[in-house]
């Protein structure tokens, strides 16, 4: 995950980066635990081999227990402004099983703005602050996301 590296060398100050991700049911986390901790006993488990297979079964038996809705969501923890300790809350919902297009936006929003000429880098570098939020807003209305802000103060 580069976000751990690259958000404490971007905003200074940043004390812990966490990332999680997790599936929608109980039983795909138990299944990929399961795999990976027979894994880390050393049992060599072709996944790669049976990938397509355990993909079309989980198609067909945990899919329909689940839902079509994918979700992201962004906490930031610290101090706000004024001075007062909070938490910055952005969430996005992808429905109608849209939820693989959203790594792909950030990608989509470069291309153009690359074949518009209105990037001037080149060589290989992470694209961290080349896109604003509000950027992503004709996407989203596109695949109908909903995206919201909310902000805690403590």
């Not at 067909?60 to 906490?75: C, E, F, H, I, N």
């Not at 109908?144 to 802000?149: E, H, P, V, Y």
Request: net charge negative; with cysteine.
């Amino acid at each position: 995950m580069p976000d751990l590296a690259l958000f404490p060398a971007r905003y200074p100050g940043v004390r812990d980066v966490e990332f999680h991700a997790a599936l929608e049911l109980r039983i795909q986390h138990i299944c990929l635990w399961l795999a990976a901790a027979l894994r880390r006993l050393g049992l060599p488990l072709p996944i790669d081999r049976w990938a397509a297979r355990l993909d079309a079964l989980s198609a067909r038996v945990l899919d329909p227990l689940g839902s079509d809705m994918g979700a992201m969501k962004v906490q930031v923890r610290g101090v706000l402004e004024g001075g007062k300790q909070g938490c910055l809350t952005w969430q996005l919902t992808a429905p109608g099983g849209n939820g693989p297009e959203i790594p792909c936006m950030a990608a989509v929003l470069l291309a153009c703005k690359l074949a518009k000429n209105e990037l001037h880098l080149t060589g290989a570098f992470p694209c961290m602050g080349l896109l604003e939020l509000e950027e992503f807003e004709v996407e989203f209305q596109r695949w109908k996301f909903t995206s919201a802000i909310a902000e805690e103060t403590q």
